[in-house]
């Protein structure tokens, strides 16, 4: 991502920071949205899981995977059918 020059520079008694804005690719943010969101928006409307049930990093994890374990199981299953699905874990 490019990044533009600094729009502001602040020093305020030996405290210094910069403020930077990004130049935005329109075309490859709307990329971004048709691959990574789909999945996301997937799962928290017809999987139900649209908030955490746990608490804690690890916890929320740890559901997170498994919650994706099963989308991606579903699609599989969708895309193979459940034969060959069958027939590939068998081998």
Same mark, same amino acid.
């Given at each position: $991502? ?23 690719? #329109?075309? @490859?943010? /709307?990329? /971004? ?11 928290? /409307?017809? $999987?139900?899981? !649209?908030?955490?049930?746990? #608490?804690?990093?690890? #916890? ?5 995977? @498994?919650?994706? &374990?099963?989308?991606? $199981?579903? /699609? ?8 060959? &699905?069958?027939?590939?874990? !068998?081998?």
């Amino acid at each position: $991502m490019p990044e533009s020059d600094f729009s502001r520079e602040y020093d305020d008694k030996d405290l210094h920071f910069k403020q930077i804005v990004y130049i935005v690719d #329109k075309t @490859l943010l /709307r990329k /971004r949205k048709t691959i990574v969101e789909h999945p996301f928006g997937t799962v928290k /409307r017809h $999987m139900n899981a !649209a908030y955490c049930l746990l #608490k804690g990093i690890e #916890k929320v994890q740890g559901e997170f995977a @498994l919650t994706f &374990l099963a989308y991606n $199981m579903k /699609r599989v299953i969708n895309v193979l059918g459940p034969t060959k &699905l069958i027939e590939i874990l !068998a081998s």
